[in-house]
């Protein structure tokens, strides 16, 4: 894995490896990463990684966090609860050196300790087929994590339906990875 383009264009991220059985760790590919990440800055959604407070949830490697701010995020906090996905974590924060721009919770991503500030753009990556995702979508917003009209990107091996008070934007397929385009009322 390696981050796509922005400041830290092309360095590579600590490698999975055969990783924990039970993490669920499923990283999303350099190409999927790429292709939706192309969409997000095209222009349809505005600017949504200048300056912005990012919310990385089921963060696993952090890749999807790590891109954001590789391409001008300010600052992006990512939660998962699991050994191994916050040793990588913070392995790929410290391969980039940007511990001062990024904060790592170790909790379950459905029980959000009260936000410092809310985010303008959201990664759920919750393990597929589960059913974590509306819970913690839902968490977050009740914790004051979501910004109104923060864009919410939802990977899922299914395409899903819109919690409420979140207005679906789009679904969009890459192979086996549906991503659901949300946005906060």
Not at 48 to 57: E, K, M, N, S, Y
Not at 63 to 92: C, M, P, W, Y
Not at 164 to 170: A, C, I, P, S, V
Request: proline share 5%.
């Amino acid at each position: 894995m390696r981050i796509v383009a922005g400041r830290f264009r092309g360095r590579a991220l600590t490698p999975i490896g055969k990783g924990d059985a039970g993490a669920h760790l499923r990283p999303t590919t350099d190409r999927v990463r790429e292709s939706l990440f192309n969409m997000l800055a095209g222009g349809r959604f505005g600017d949504p990684f200048d300056g912005t407070q990012v919310l990385d949830l089921f963060a696993g490697s952090g890749a999807l966090g790590l891109e954001a701010l590789s391409r001008g995020a300010a600052h992006v906090t990512f939660v998962d609860d699991g050994r191994k996905a916050q040793s990588l974590i913070k392995g790929n924060i410290r391969l980039l050196g940007c511990s001062d721009e990024t904060t790592v919770i170790a909790r379950d991503a459905r029980r959000l300790p009260p936000a410092d500030a809310p985010c303008d753009l959201i990664f759920l990556d919750p393990p597929y087929g589960k059913g974590m995702g509306a819970a913690a979508l839902n968490a977050a917003r009740d914790a004051g994590w979501i910004a109104p009209e923060a864009l919410i990107v939802w990977e899922e091996n299914a395409a899903q339906d819109e919690p409420e008070g979140f207005d679906l934007l789009e679904h969009k397929r890459y192979g086996d990875s549906w991503m659901t385009l949300l946005e906060a009322q």
